[in-house]
């Protein structure tokens, strides 16, 4: 099984940088039982799992296996979906997503979202990091100068866009463009990040440095990530869930998953029978 699999995704698909074993770390979130339906069509199927804290957890799949619907159901961005709806149980650090006395605008505050394609606003890079802390209350032009720059920072963009913090976000490049959505969501310090296919439209060099934000984030967040890219997850994730037809087939240490899974069907996934 192992020569097979290695195979099918070599070459350099779990590079030494990765931390070849990954700390021990209570659950941030856990699934139990839950479930996501379209009207009646039953897109994630009870799965049940938990996501560690301050690791990087990979959700991989063919399209249409519930991948992004399962990662949108975290800060409930399936709420802004007609007849959609959840069952089971859904818990970020043992409080139910899902309860009615949730607030959700601070659940989003606590999970910050990063999509497929960049998304900047149509305004300077500046109030484009700062928008999430004026709407949470910080005023001051100081005080934002502190978010902004300490956001950027972290999001790896501080040095190529501290001369341009007043020009349209809309000039920077596709790659500059994403790391800055990434610095307008750790701007609000949230506990996780989601990221849904974070580097489908970005060319190979500006996938290769949002890779390695990814590694940067590690710890300070949560993160997980959304990805066709099997590669992809096998080089940045810590742990991997392995979604078919909205069930969750296996989950484990992403070295596991990669070089000896224990289901046939992730073993015929990962080594590209199907998908």
Known sequence: MRTEIEF????????????????????????????????????????????????????IGPSGCGKSTFLR????????IPNCRAEGSLTLQGEEVYG???????????????????NPFP???????????RIHGTRNRRGLGEVVERSLRRAALWDEVKDRLNQNALGLSGGQQQRLCI?????VDPEILLMDEPTSALDPQATSRIEELVGELRGRYTVIVVTHNMQQAAR????????????????GLTMQIFSEPEQKQT?????????
């Open 183 to 187: 610095a307008r969501a750790i701007a």
């Open 8 to 59: 099918a995704i070599q070459p350099d698909v779990i590079p030494k940088r990765r931390p070849c074993v990954p700390v021990a770390r209570p659950n941030h979130v856990t699934a139990e039982e839950f479930s996501v339906f379209y009207g009646p069509k039953e897109a994630v199927r009870r799965v049940s799992f938990g996501i560690r804290q301050g690791q990087v957890t990979a959700i």
């Open 236 to 251: 940045i994730s810590d742990y991997t869930a392995f979604l078919y037809e909205g069930e969750l087939i296996e989950y």
């Open 100 to 118: 009615p006395w949730v607030d959700v605008t601070s659940l989003r505050r606590r999970v910050g979202m990063v999509f497929q394609k960049p």
């Open 123 to 133: 305004k300077s890079v500046f109030e484009n990091v700062a928008y999430g802390a």
């Open 73 to 80: 159901a975290i800060n409930r961005m399936n709420d802004l």
């Open 267 to 275: 073993e015929d996934y990962i080594s590209g029978r199907f998908g």
